[in-house]
């Protein structure tokens, strides 16, 4: 069975708010990945098309949002998770950092190498380009899929929120391309959902207790 894992009183709003902002984050997430489908066939079509350069730089503040959902949850669940919790938590924010960095660049300079240097998209890659971006790759997935094993390994959440996180951050070694970052939106949209859920019953508990005890202070 899970951990209690209510938010204490005195716990930050960054905590208590941990799942709206993982659900909201995943699913933004999730669309702004699959608005990126068209890229597939043409990678020069940022340059075209202003809508699709839209979400193609939006991609890049859902790495933002990945990362502040991150956050949150963790100050939920450090404590549960623990000093393994914590260092699967770090490997994640350096992977998220390091693909968001990616995604910053195809979202924002990609557009503009495509009108003022479109041969930079098939000419060889340098070395350095090569390392940087198996880098991000491998971290991104790592980070993600360590952390859904530390919840796992904790039963901090359910096992399957803690399985979805974990092929998520695997299956986002490709999240570069669409549609393979979207398991991973929704493996956290899920754990928000899970969250808030868990949030309301223990709001409905406490009333109910208090409740139960007014009533026993009137008799």
Known sequence: MPVSLEPPPESSPLARSAGAIALAAGLFFVLTDLGRAPLLDDRLAVAVYPVLMAVNAAYFFAFVGLMIALVAVHERLGSALGRFGLIAFLFAVLGTMMQGGNMWFDGF?????????????????????????????????????????????????????????????????????????????LAVAALGTWLI?????????QTQDSRAQTQDSRT
């Open 197 to 205: 859920i868990r949030d309301l019953r223990g709001v409905r508990a």
């Open 109 to 185: 300079a990609a557009p503009w190498l495509a009108e003022v240097l479109p041969q930079a998209f098939t000419a060889p890659k340098t070395p350095i380009l090569q390392v940087g971006g198996l880098l991000s790759y491998l971290l991104v997935a790592f980070g993600w899929a360590l952390y859904g094993l530390a919840m796992l390994r904790a039963r901090a959440v359910p096992v399957g929120s803690a399985l979805a996180v974990v092929v998520g951050g695997l299956l986002a070694y490709n999240s570069g391309l669409p549609p393979w970052g979207t398991p991973l939106g």
